[in-house]
């Protein structure tokens, strides 16, 4: 991860001041300035069991793009999982994650610290602070999920019932037959979907990278009804890429526009993530392809795994920086 130094923030410099007076001394705190400095990670989710992105509709959540319609699972149907298994490493570790996610609380007398962490750099909170609003935005930006494939070849339906104990729809209370009657829309096994993940301004230090490779995993669960599917997403990333300014081309509605004109199987991930590396290695100044970050990432993992000291390490140093940070932005420390 070396080649994306450039584009990336530095641990050691997250905080920075500015004068706000005409004495020596009357200064601000803040977060360190952005500089030019963008990192983008492309990512393929392959349903591996059935999946549920939906809304208050019992139908997937679609979008047109040239006149057909896709899959589309928003930012949070990706981000909420990976940030909770995020503050699940924290936890592991014992630098953060003190709190449950998305109930972020302050007390008067606590520090900014004591909620936020490395888990909040990567993927943004806020909360309340005796009567003044704390709002960290998220250093990674997601994407909307797309499907490769137009939704009518990889969407599909079941029809249910809600059954009595005794296996049929007499409901003995009420003396009637169960109405309980639904149908579940969800993406079938084997469906690829795009998403981009990306960092901009150079206020992800690398340690917030890893534990973002950290936090993405593997395979999870994803979307809803996941009690009845089980782990249901593999995430495959295509390649990371780095350039001083973000590029049109990794849009994820670019990217299945750019697929559909080409011969490539929308089903056969390893072509779809050979196809995305050659377009996007070509316009970015620095690039990793799919094979070289998936050992990183399964490093990253096994480390976690096996209680390596020296990932153990890298996160205990990364905290107090961490805190610093949110303690000088927010009026409760000092700049050293």
């Known amino acids: 991860m070396k080649r994306f130094e450039n584009y990336l923030g530095n641990i050691d410099h997250l905080v920075s001041s500015s004068p706000k007076g005409e004495k020596k001394g009357d ?17 393929i989710r392959e349903a591996i069991a059935p999946v549920v992105f939906r809304n208050e509709e019992q139908e997937i959540t679609d979008i047109e793009i040239g ?19 995020g503050l699940q490493i924290l936890r592991a570790y014992g630098v953060g994650g003190r709190l449950p996610q998305n109930k972020t609380f302050l007390r008067k007398s606590e520090k900014p610290s004591d909620a936020f962490d490395m888990n909040t750099l990567v993927f943004g909170d806020s909360t309340m602070h005796d009567n003044r609003v704390l709002p960290v935005r998220a250093a990674v930006n997601y994407s909307d999920g797309l499907s490769l494939l137009p939704k009518h070849l990889c969407v599909d339906e079941t029809f249910h019932n809600r059954a009595m104990e005794d296996g049929t729809l007499f409901d003995a209370e009420t003396g009637e037959n169960s109405v309980s009657l639904f149908s579940r829309h969800f993406i079938t096994p084997g469906t690829l979907m795009v998403q981009v993940l990306s960092t901009r301004g150079k206020v992800l230090p690398s340690e917030g990278l890893d534990h973002l490779l950290l936090s993405m995993g593997i395979a999870g669960l994803y979307g809803g009804q996941t009690s009845t599917t089980g782990v249901n997403i593999r995430s495959r990333i295509a390649g990371v890429y780095g350039a001083k300014f973000e590029r049109a081309e990794t849009s994820p509605y670019e990217i299945v526009k750019s697929l559909r004109d080409t011969d490539v199987d929308k089903k056969d991930g390893d072509a779809v993530i050979q196809a995305i590396h050659t377009m996007m290695a070509e316009v970015h100044e620095a690039s990793m392809d799919a094979e070289a970050v998936g050992d990183y990432q399964k490093t990253l993992v096994e480390q976690f795994e096996k209680d390596d000291p020296a990932l153990t390490e890298k996160y205990e140093q990364a905290a107090p920086k961490v805190a610093e940070l949110f303690d000088s932005w927010f009026g409760t420390g000092k700049k050293k």
Do not use: C, Q, W
């Open 27 to 43: 200064d601000y705190i803040h977060p360190a300035l952005k500089n030019m400095g963008s990192v983008t990670i492309i990512v």
């Open 67 to 85: 006149e057909e319609a896709y899959v589309r699972a928003v930012p949070n149907k990706f981000k909420y999982p990976e940030k909770g298994r």
